[in-house]
């Protein structure tokens, strides 16, 4: 068959060829304008469900705002938040969680607790962690010396905690550590207190969350009880009774109240096992030399001879011991006045030898009226510290004795500081003399 064949035959096998050629080139144009045909409209339904969707997404927005009013921008950016927080949250207590089970220090913590603990470490940025108290006791106590500040007691086995905050951390914290003030009347009604009675010291942490001034105390306690919401914190806000007064009658009623309060034998069996061992404050401390001669002054039975500020021999009696019972004072006080040669409780000198070979007491009968009310006075007068003698220093004369520097600043209108100063060297200030003894 030739291409240019006028032989009939040879044309139609030609044109068939070509027909089934151009059949096959039309079939695929077909099928390509099929399958894009299909993409575009696939693409334009895809389109179109996007756009019915932002219309419902737009309507139904439209619709809680206007229900929700003109704070809805508030409460969405709130409700944002919240969500936030609780990403961050869950985040943070994934990360502390994996970060606790390989630090190897919580064999005696579950794995829940685990969490919880490492998520309140995280949560208040805590300045000392003790991860179990009973072997951390004696950092504890060390570290927080002379510190104030905000602390928290997380219970290991259950996930509670308690938050608390002192002035002296180390003797509130001292405090904790004995169960004999644990299980005092006024202190075992606290969840706190019976919760460390039951589960023990070393199923407790400590966490010391920050250290502040006196004055925040209270504001900072309250902004943590706020924030982390404790368990073991019966009441929901902070309380402080630092600067409050107690009325006359109040004290006086305490006294009597306290006077005729008696421990049974078996308090006071659980006071002296309270305080043995590292439970002592003494524990492991020794006294000075200094402590130890005034300790043995004090308990020794030689006579005492008690002046009044005119130097006049009132009574003798018969030890220190029994001159400190009487006038309701302690030893080491009385002793201590003895040794300096200072007006005691602002009139009267004590001394372990007579001025004078012819001083003759004043009183010698101890059930006599005059050996009574000298008691009474000494006894009235446990308020007073140091007195001062005001006199004229144009010719020494008297003017007046005040029970404190602070009553002479209030009277004369001149610092404490400065009362002070002129007392001590002996000179002159303007018209006045200030003395801490009376002259002679």
């Known amino acids: 068959m030739r291409l240019f064949s006028k032989i009939p035959m040879d044309s139609g096998t030609l044109y068939s060829i ?4 151009a059949g096959m080139i039309g079939t695929a144009i077909v099928i390509k304008l099929f399958i894009f045909l299909l993409l575009v409209l696939n693409t334009y339904l895809f389109d179109i469900s996007i756009f019915d969707s932002y219309v419902e997404f737009s309507m139904a927005a439209s619709c809680a705002c206007k229900k929700a009013g003109p704070n809805s921008k508030r409460s969405l950016k709130k409700g944002a938040y919240k969500a936030s927080r609780r990403a961050r949250i869950a985040e943070s207590r994934d990360y502390y969680s994996t970060k606790s089970s ?9 794995n829940n607790s685990s969490s919880v603990l490492a998520l309140l470490i995280k949560l208040t940025n805590a300045v000392m962690v003790y991860s179990n108290a009973e072997l951390d006791r004696a950092n504890i106590l060390k570290d927080n010396q002379n510190r104030m500040g905000i602390y928290v007691w997380f219970n290991n086995q259950t996930s509670q905690f308690y938050v608390g905050s002192s002035k002296n951390l180390k003797d509130r914290l001292r405090s904790y550590f004995n169960p004999a003030f644990l299980d005092k009347p006024s202190n075992r009604n606290m969840i706190i207190s019976r919760a460390l009675l039951k589960y023990n010291y070393s199923s407790f942490s400590l ?20 924030t982390l919401q ?27 109240l306290a006077q005729l309060r008696t421990h049974s034998a078996d308090t006071k069996a659980k006071i002296s096992q309270a305080l043995k061992g590292e ?29 009044n500020e005119f130097k006049v021999l009132m009574f003798i009696f018969p030890s220190l011991r029994n001159l ?8 080491i006080s009385v002793a201590n006045s003895m040794e300096e040669q200072s007006l005691f409780r602002g009139g009267w ?24 009310d000298l008691v009474n006075n000494m006894i009235s007068s446990s308020h007073i510290k140091k007195v001062i003698f005001v006199y004229s220093a144009l010719d020494n004369q008297f ?27 002996g000179t002159s200030y303007r018209d006045y003399l200030f003395s801490y003894h009376r002259f002679n």
């Open 18 to 21: 070509f027909s089934i050629f």
């Open 102 to 110: 390989s630090s190897g220090s919580t064999d005696l913590l579950n």
């Open 207 to 226: 966490l010391v969350v920050e250290y502040c001034d006196e004055s925040l105390l209270t504001a900072r306690e309250q902004y943590w009880i706020d």
């Open 230 to 256: 404790p368990d073991y914190n019966i009441f929901k806000f902070a309380y402080r009774s630092t600067g409050y007064k107690h009325t006359d009658a109040a004290r006086k009623l305490m006294s009597e």
């Open 279 to 307: 439970n002592n404050p003494f524990f492991n401390q020794k006294h000075s030399i200094e402590t130890i001669k005034k300790i043995s002054t004090a308990n020794s039975a030689s006579s005492i001879y008690l002046y």
């Open 324 to 331: 400190a019972s009487e006038i309701k004072a302690n030893s």
């Open 349 to 372: 000198y004590i001394s372990r030898t007579p001025y004078s070979d012819q001083d003759l007491p004043f009183i010698t009968d101890s059930s006599s009226q005059e050996y009574i």
């Open 399 to 425: 003017i007046k004795k005040f029970e404190g520097v602070m009553e002479a600043q209030r009277s004369l209108n001149i610092s404490h500081e400065t009362i002070k100063k002129y007392a001590q060297a």
